[in-house]
């Protein structure tokens, strides 16, 4: 199994189908450490609605890492292990979220940063018809899981008599995301060239 820095080296020697599998690789990575926000936030958000969406949320999360997974298989390969992906850069500049409005607000500029990738994978005119299927079921799951964690986050914060801080919160994600993006997004767009 290559690591990272191999697989950046032979960059421009991969096949298409070795291209694939390592964004679909990507995909499914940021899925399951998204899957790992949604695990830390069961425990903090205790009322009986947002146990419900929390439970569908997460379902969606893992579904997501296997419809990934899948279409890795279909390629008769296997998934590689991103050991330095996204989220693992995001989560080293930004630690560990100090309160709730934080980890909820890294979890919606995460949920921002799949459906903004998702939408430029599927506006290339190239997607094969199995891979578009999946970005559009996933692309709108992160619609409405990006909508109400947002919500929950200002209502928290809200209660808290702190309702700046949901924007503050956000705001600062938002800037690491942008710079921990710009560090991945040549190297993403040399992939899903064919
Ligand atoms: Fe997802
Ligand atoms: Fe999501």
Redesign the pocket.
């Known amino acids: 199994m290559p690591d990272m820095s191999e697989v950046k080296i032979n960059l421009s020697e991969m096949s298409p189908t070795d291209k694939q599998v390592l964004i679909f690789s990507f995909y499914r990575d940021a899925?399951l450490r998204?899957a790992r926000l949604l695990f830390n936030l069961l425990h903090h958000l205790k009322d009986a609605e947002a146990q419900l969406k929390m439970s569908r949320h997460l379902a969606?999360?893992t579904r997501?890492a296997w419809l990934w997974t899948k279409r890795i298989a279909d390629l008769g390969a296997a998934p590689i292990l991103i050991d330095d992906g996204y989220q693992r850069r995001l989560g080293m500049r930004t630690g560990v979220p100090k309160d709730l409005i934080d980890l909820l607000a890294l979890t919606v500029v995460v949920e921002e940063r799949?459906r903004a990738r998702y939408m430029q994978h599927a506006a290339r005119p190239d997607v094969d018809a199995e891979t578009l299927g999946v970005l559009k079921a996933?692309t709108e799951?992160?619609s409405w899981h990006l909508s109400w964690i947002e919500r929950q986050m200002r209502e928290i914060a809200r209660e808290q008599g702190k309702p700046e801080r949901a924007d503050q919160a956000l705001e600062r994600y938002r800037e690491i995301d942008r710079e921990v993006w710009a560090s991945l997004a040549a190297d993403e767009a040399k992939l899903l060239e064919t």
């Open positions: 899925e998204g969606d999360e997501h799949a996933v799951d992160e």
